[in-house]
């Protein structure tokens, strides 16, 4: 089941999906932003949040869950943005429901093969125990001795919640590591999505490159590709005026 979160009640829906390691939660000032034009969805993609589990972690059983959630939310259409691995998942929602999208929206990742790059991470993450943790700061100290820049420290440690018994993650870490070199692959796309798409580029990060071109235009003829200068791959977190002013121009274009 996934579980989702609504900001706003008028205008056409906008279905939002994170990245690895992330939840709704990090779409919350965008989204609420975005919900005087739309009505907006954050998503918590499995192994994620407080959405179920999913043991194997391929973008077609994620693609699937999406779609029997908008059959619950009796979703018929939708625009739909996703970031990173979010994004892959979104690319692979319009291949196989083309007739559910409207326009789609692709943040910072390409339709390609990437090479592992969160190794350490999963190392961190996996040395952290929360059951033995007093506080959070505990798990800061263990995992600032595999990642060292604290705003990424802050991001993943997001997941780790406060609970009756301590502390539990909200991310299934073992499914996310045994499924790494799914979610690093290309997906296994049915067909080209023929529908207005939009990929947007923080200029300093390297996720979407000038040799990702005929991959985009292969699988989304109909791409066209904006890049928000002097940011990375968290685009939306570090630029989000110029990146909602580029959702809702591409949305509310006639």
């Not at 994170?18 to 939840?23: D, P």
Request: with cysteine.
């Amino acid at each position: 089941m996934i579980h989702s979160k609504k900001y706003g009640q008028q205008g056409e829906s906008l279905v939002v999906i994170h990245g690895l390691f992330g939840n709704s939660d990090n779409w919350h000032s965008i989204a609420q932003s975005l919900s005087e034009h739309f009505t907006v969805y954050c998503l918590d993609l499995p192994n994620h949040g407080k959405s179920d589990d999913l043991e194997n972690v391929t973008y077609d059983a994620m693609a699937h869950a999406i779609n029997s959630w908008m059959q619950e939310e009796g979703l018929k259409e939708c625009f739909m943005l996703g970031h990173s691995m979010g994004g892959k998942v979104a690319m692979q929602f319009a291949s196989q429901f083309p007739e559910k999208i409207k326009r789609l929206i692709v943040a910072d990742i390409a339709p390609v093969n990437y090479e592992s790059s969160h190794d350490v991470i999963f190392d961190g993450l996996k040395a952290i125990h929360p059951e033995r943790l007093q506080n959070r700061k505990e798990a800061d100290t263990i995992l600032a001795q595999f990642v060292e820049t604290l705003g990424v420290r802050q991001f993943l440690l997001k997941s780790l919640v406060k609970t009756e018994h301590g502390f539990a993650w909200q991310i299934n870490i073992d499914n996310l590591f045994n499924s790494y070199a799914q979610i690093r692959a290309i997906p296994p796309f049915k067909k080209a999505y023929q529908g207005d798409t939009l990929f947007i580029k923080g200029e300093n990060s390297n996720y979407i490159q000038a040799e990702h071109k005929d991959a985009i235009l292969t699988w989304f003829p109909k791409a066209n590709v904006k890049m928000i200068p002097a940011t990375g791959h968290w685009l939306h977190a570090e630029k989000p005026l110029p990146f909602t002013s580029l959702v809702k121009r591409f949305c509310q274009k006639n």
